[in-house]
């Protein structure tokens, strides 16, 4: 898969993954838990959103990289979404770390 954010996107989703693993206590190395969210993301997310940082288009509503693309979003607020129940998606059986997970991979897509 192509990785073109270089360290910057890299560094930011760092800190990011280092706060929240303040936070929630958990001591899992980020690179794992990026892919941990990809893996998750691709069996519960991918029927309706396109997960994949290259995949701008397709999926039959907003792509992951355009929510993480908006000015406002943070990964709390990905992770809380996730964990709330919503009206317009299913709520996978998604632990507060996978939702974590999940959050720091689309993170990773943000411009
Ligand atoms: C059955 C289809 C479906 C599945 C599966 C699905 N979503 Fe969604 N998702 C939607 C729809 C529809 C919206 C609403 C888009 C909108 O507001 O225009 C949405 C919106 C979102 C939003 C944006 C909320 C906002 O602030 O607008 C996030 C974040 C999100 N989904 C994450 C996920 C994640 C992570 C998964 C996998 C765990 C997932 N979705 C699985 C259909 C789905």
């Given at each position: 898969m192509a990785r073109n954010q270089g360290n910057q996107m890299r560094m930011l989703a760092t800190q990011l993954s280092a706060a929240l693993t303040l936070l929630g206590g958990t001591g899992a190395a980020l690179a794992q838990d990026v892919e941990n969210g990809r893996r998750l993301s691709a069996r519960w997310c991918s029927e309706c959103h396109a997960i994949e940082p290259v995949q701008g288009k397709?999926?039959?509503?907003?792509?992951?990289?355009?929510?993480?693309g908006r000015q406002d979003i943070t990964s709390d607020?990905?992770?809380?979404?996730?964990?709330?129940?919503?009206?317009?998606?299913?709520?996978p059986p998604l632990s507060r770390k996978d939702a974590r997970d999940i959050a720091a991979y689309m993170m990773e897509m943000k411009k």
């Open positions: 397709g999926g039959r509503t907003i792509s992951f990289a355009a929510i993480a607020m990905i992770t809380s979404f996730l964990l709330m129940p919503h009206a317009t998606m299913p709520n």
